[in-house]
């Protein structure tokens, strides 16, 4: 199949795709979102460690690219519902199987940056959990 673009040439608009779907919490949001409509507080329990802030510009971000749909009832207060749209669900099985594939390889890449850091005599940071 002969594409118009190529992801490979610095200007090629198809990095920006990119760029979004590389996100984690883009990533996080389409496969809550693939499993059924949620209220934006409810994606920001269940999705640990994004910020409001992040939660809300990301959400925005994959309206505007035709991912997800938002829909506003008029309740008191206001309740505010994403979805995902047919755009957004042909990346639901991709970004799931990324998640999948962290997940079960999490311990290997863990040795390996152990090994690597122990070779080049580099003591990482502790984190904050």
Do not use: H
């Amino acid at each position: 199949m002969d594409y118009a673009y190529d992801v490979y040439k610095k200007n090629c608009p198809t990095r920006l795709v990119l760029d979004r779907l590389a996100d984690k919490w883009a990533l996080l949001i389409l496969i809550r979102l693939g499993e059924k409509p949620i209220r934006f507080n409810q994606l920001r329990r269940e999705i640990e460690g994004v910020s409001q802030k992040v939660l809300s510009e990301t959400l925005r971000s994959l309206e505007r690219d035709g991912l997800i749909g938002r829909a506003v009832f008029a309740t008191v207060p206001v309740t505010v519902e994403y979805s995902i749209l047919p755009l957004g669900r042909t990346l639901v099985d991709t970004a799931q199987a990324l998640t999948r594939w962290a997940e079960a390889n999490v311990e290997s890449i863990l040795a390996a940056q152990a090994a690597y850091d122990a070779l080049l005599g580099f003591t990482p940071r502790l984190l904050a959990a």
